[in-house]
């Protein structure tokens, strides 16, 4: 069986056909994945600009749905069913993907799959390397996201800590911007930080060790925090005399760098300790991060546990993604109502 996929929560209008192959271990194949990048459109605004985001997603979905299937070669007739990103995200955004979807199941005659971009990112790991092995504890990490999700059975996720304030991948847009670096700022400082000394200047690690009011059911201390580290280098940059050498701006990005991954690898992998994981992986957008990839691999292999990452092409937003959750959920037989709505807020 075919299934489009569509994805329109932030600044990316993404479409793609994912097939089932019938194998248990290694359950879906992309035969598409077509990304229409709003990028050049909000970096003139160092961000995302959602009603320019919803407008731009009108524009492209025709386009992006078509060349799809031109890259599939396939046609409507043969899908089996259409999986839309629901929530959470930029509700014009949403909107504009939930419509298409919509109009696109009832005219094809087919059923309509609601699915959480979350469980989209965790299942971007089942899609490149196979099924995990159970239970897993997955670190979804990306600019509105930074949270931990305990997979015990397949398609079931259980959320075991967010951060508290900003996300990972927010801290180093935020910080690449303060820096003069353009966005978005996330590959640009991992670039510089590899040519910098990630002990040059002192920056602050947060631990967490009471609940969240806000989230009384989570322990509370395998939660993030961001936004003092992100205060802490603006702090240094203006208490220097003169604007930061290329070396300096260089050491800073190193050391952020090097406090912020330090932070996600270790809240992962004391999860994993404590739920017994029998595997770990890392999905969403900062999964692109070089030093990210390098301590989960190594760290792994020191715990002898199995990690799992998606290539680059899956760590950001795409459809594939959600085209691979939508079928995880059709086979489970949860399919949408007509009147579904976006849901800027959804929770997983
Ligand atoms: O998953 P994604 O495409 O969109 C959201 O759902 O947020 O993630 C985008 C985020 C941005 O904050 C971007 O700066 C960050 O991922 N990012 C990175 C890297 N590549 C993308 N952050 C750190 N290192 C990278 N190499
Ligand atoms: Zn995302």
């Not at 994805?7 to 035969?31: K, L």
């Not at 546990?305 to 290539?311: K, Q």
Request: charged share 20%.
């Amino acid at each position: 069986m075919l299934i489009l996929g569509i994805e329109t929560s932030c600044d990316e209008t993404a479409a793609a056909i994912v097939e089932e192959t019938g194998d248990a271990s290694r359950p879906w194949a992309i035969r598409s994945n077509v990304i229409a990048s709003q990028v050049p459109i909000h970096r003139e605004w160092g961000g995302v600009v959602p009603e320019l985001a919803s407008r731009q997603h009108i524009r492209d979905i025709c386009g992006v749905v078509e060349r799809a299937f031109d890259d599939a070669k396939a046609t409507w007739r043969d899908l089996g069913a259409v999986a839309v990103t629901q929530g959470p995200g930029l509700v014009g955004s949403l909107l504009v993907g939930v419509s298409f979807a919509k109009a696109a199941a009832a005219a094809s005659g087919v059923p309509l799959v609601a699915v959480h971009h979350l469980a989209g990112h965790i299942e971007s790991l089942v899609l490149q390397n196979g099924e995990m092995p159970l239970p897993a504890v997955v670190l979804v990490v990306s600019g509105g996201h930074t949270s931990l999700y305990l997979v015990d059975r397949p398609g079931h996720y259980e959320l075991l800590s967010r951060t508290r304030d900003d996300a990972a991948g927010e801290a180093y847009d935020k910080v690449a911007k303060l820096l003069g670096l353009g966005y978005p700022g996330g590959p640009i400082v991992d670039r510089l930080a590899r040519t910098g000394n990630d002990r040059a200047i002192s920056l602050p690690t947060t631990r967490l060790t009471h609940p969240d009011r806000n989230a009384p059911e989570l322990r509370g201390d395998l939660d993030f925090s961001f936004s003092g580290l992100k205060t802490a280098v603006l702090r240094h940059v203006r208490s220097q005399a003169a604007p930061l050498s290329e070396r300096e701006i260089a050491d800073v990005c190193a050391t952020f760098q090097r406090v912020v991954i330090t932070v996600l690898i270790d809240r992962l992998f004391d999860a994993a300790r404590r739920f017994q994981a029998r595997s770990v992986g890392i999905a969403g957008g900062v999964s692109a991060n070089s030093r990210l990839r390098e301590e989960l691999a190594g760290r792994g292999e020191r715990r002898e546990v199995p990690t799992f990452m998606p290539s680059l092409q899956l760590s950001t937003d795409n459809a594939a993604m959600i085209a691979a959750a939508g079928l995880r959920k059709f086979r489970a037989g949860i399919i949408a109502p007509p009147d579904l709505n976006a849901d800027a807020a959804l929770v997983l």
